[in-house]
């Protein structure tokens, strides 16, 4: 079936370091990606998403560019914020009908300063 | 200003309790979802309403009773919970049929079961 699969956390970074969070995910069609945020006290929050091949989706300078052939959807930031802390959540949505997102396990990130 | 608003945030309930969650989108979406969120486990898909119908349950006790009377509002009718049960219970929408539309979430209900 359709999976996602996310680096363990939890992921320990100092301000103004370099964030890279991996993502594989499995389909049997074509899907797209989706990255979304948790913060403390809150629901999912949709960070970013690309819907096809080589699209490159961006929000709040995180960035994640889908890669058919290594189907992976790797989100990265070039200088994290304290402000970043929280769980991110990669998630695939088939682009054939009424299915629901399929979400990975979500990776922790605590940015200290 | 979330599209998706869920009442109470907060619930503290004994195990012979009756209480309901609310969950209403400001989205014009069609479909609207319940997920259970426990420390330390993945996010699980409970319950998925297209146009109304419920389309998915996904082996969820009977103790949990999901209603969506129309596509802006659904609840979640809890009685007789168990400790485990203690967890936040998110609310989504989306436009379904259209393959590429995220879900909108509500801040969810925080769940406590004494």
């Known amino acids: 079936g359709d999976s996602v699969t996310q680096m363990e956390g939890p992921v320990t970074l100092s301000e103004e370091a370099f964030l890279t969070i991996n993502c594989t995910y499995t389909a049997t069609g074509y899907p797209s990606l989706f990255w979304y945020v948790q913060y403390p006290g809150e629901g999912l929050q949709l960070l970013l998403k690309a819907t096809k091949a080589d699209d490159k989706g961006s929000n709040k300078g995180f960035e994640a560019t889908y890669r058919k052939e290594t189907t992976s959807f790797q989100l990265e930031k070039g200088s994290v914020q304290v402000s970043d802390s929280a769980v991110y959540f990669c998630?695939?949505?088939?682009?054939?009908?009424?299915?629901?997102?399929?979400f990975g396990k979500g990776t922790r990130l605590s940015v200290i300063a | 200003e979330t599209g998706v608003t869920q009442t109470p945030r907060h619930l503290v309930m004994g195990m012979t309790n009756k209480k309901s969650l609310k969950c209403e989108q400001h989205?014009?979406?069609?479909?609207m979802y319940w997920y259970k969120q426990s420390a330390k486990k993945p996010l699980e898909l409970m319950f998925v309403y297209n146009f109304k119908e419920q389309t998915e349950n996904n082996s969820v006790p009977s103790r949990f009773s999901p209603e969506c009377p129309n596509s802006s509002h659904l609840f979640l009718h809890l009685h007789t919970l168990q400790p485990e049960d203690s967890a936040l219970y998110l609310c989504?929408?989306?436009?379904?049929?259209?393959?590429?539309?995220?879900?909108?979430f509500g801040d969810g209900t925080r769940l406590s079961i004494l």
């Open positions: 989205l014009g979406h069609n479909a």
């Open positions: 998630a695939l949505n088939l682009n054939s009908g009424n299915t629901p997102l399929v």
């Open positions: 989504a929408s989306s436009q379904a049929g259209e393959g590429n539309q995220p879900q909108h």
